[in-house]
């Protein structure tokens, strides 16, 4: 898993492209229609195109509920806040 920030978003899509992991963290200033993203100051997305390992990754990272958004398209990915988020980043690798 490959850390980037929000300004390097494309770079992320692409490292995910080409068959990795990128994990995505940016600010948060909410609203969000989910009760887990309000209150936090950063958000991650977890990208991967590979679907069962991305599900694997957010589970074994502690994500209770798994949702994949974008479901089977460029750009799949896992909504990452709290602990799940803080243990990715301690995984990740810096871009």
Do not use: N
Not at 32 to 46: H, M, R, V
Not at 48 to 66: E, F, H, I, N
Not at 82 to 93: C, D, F, S, V
Request: hydrophobic share 35%; proline share 4%.
């Amino acid at each position: 898993m490959k850390r980037f920030e929000r300004k390097h978003y494309y770079e992320a899509l692409a490292h995910a492209a080409d068959g990795e992991q990128a994990l995505l963290v940016h600010s948060w200033h909410g609203p969000s229609k989910y009760a887990c993203f309000d209150g936090t100051p950063e958000i991650g997305k977890l990208f991967d195109q590979d679907s069962a390992r991305l599900v694997a990754t957010a589970r074994r990272l502690g994500v209770r509920r798994v949702k994949v958004d974008r479901d089977g398209q460029p750009g799949q990915h896992v909504d990452l806040v709290g602990g799940p988020l803080h243990r990715a980043k301690q995984e990740a690798t810096a871009s």
